[in-house]
């Protein structure tokens, strides 16, 4: 079973817009990680928030973390074409040994 | 170029046939794992090892193999056990292992298909 869960499961936007997507887990974590993949690629780390963080940023990405609510939230401010990719949220999951648990991702498009 | 790369990048396996997928990273990380990717899919863990000469089953071990003698290599065999095998397969390492705080790096991937 998945541990975290992205919403929305697919988002199309016009180049220059921000782009929000939704993590929500169900166990306690040790971190938070989201991950980039474009088409037929592997993963490409993004940020990495630990379970006593609750914001952090990195160029036009931010990430917030609620641990009352179990969610987490990915922003890309002014997006750009070669945004266009899925994005995954990870778990390292406390009760699964802190092994990194993947959701299913949500698939972003990007339109110039 | 530090990095991690996976070979070959598609591969098709024969019924009853084992295949081997190779993994090899230059970045000196301890750990490494191997993710099946099934279409439209989050990641699946098949199997890791947080040092050289160990490794442990993750949520989807049965059907694959794995060997850790050497720090940079990380090989899956798929064999003949795996019923659905088709999958993009990919394999990661990190620095130390699970509980570490540390992110995964990842190869671009095999894709193996059955024939």
């Known amino acids: 079973s998945q541990q975290g869960e992205e919403d929305p499961q697919a988002l199309s936007i016009q180049e220059g817009e921000n782009a929000t997507m939704n993590c929500s887990y169900k166990?306690?974590?040790?971190?938070l990680q989201w991950y980039r993949q474009n088409s037929g690629r592997g993963l490409v780390h993004l940020i990495l928030?630990?379970?006593?963080?609750r914001e952090k940023h990195s160029g036009r990405l931010r990430v917030t973390l609620d641990t009352s609510k179990k969610s987490s939230s990915l922003l890309i401010t002014a997006s750009r074409a070669a945004d266009t990719a899925s994005y995954f949220c990870a778990t390292e999951d406390k009760a699964a040994g802190n092994k990194l648990t993947f959701g299913g991702g949500t698939r972003v498009l990007v339109k110039p | 170029d530090g990095g991690i790369t996976q070979s070959p990048k598609y591969l098709f396996r024969k019924e009853g046939q084992n295949v081997t997928l190779s993994c090899e990273q230059n970045?000196?990380?301890?750990?490494m794992y191997w993710y099946r990717q099934d279409p439209g899919q989050g990641l699946r863990l098949i199997y890791y090892s947080q040092i050289v000469n160990d490794f442990q089953k993750g949520d989807i071990a049965e059907g694959y193999s794995v060997s850790r003698e050497k720090k940079e290599s990380f090989p899956l065999t798929v064999t003949s056990a795996q019923k659905n095998p088709t999958a993009f397969y990919l394999c990661a390492s990190s620095i130390a292992g699970f509980g570490s705080n540390q992110p995964q790096h990842f190869g671009d991937g095999t894709r193996l298909s059955i024939l």
């Open positions: 166990t306690s974590i040790n971190n």
């Open positions: 970045l000196n990380h301890d750990a």
């Open positions: 928030i630990r379970s006593n963080e």
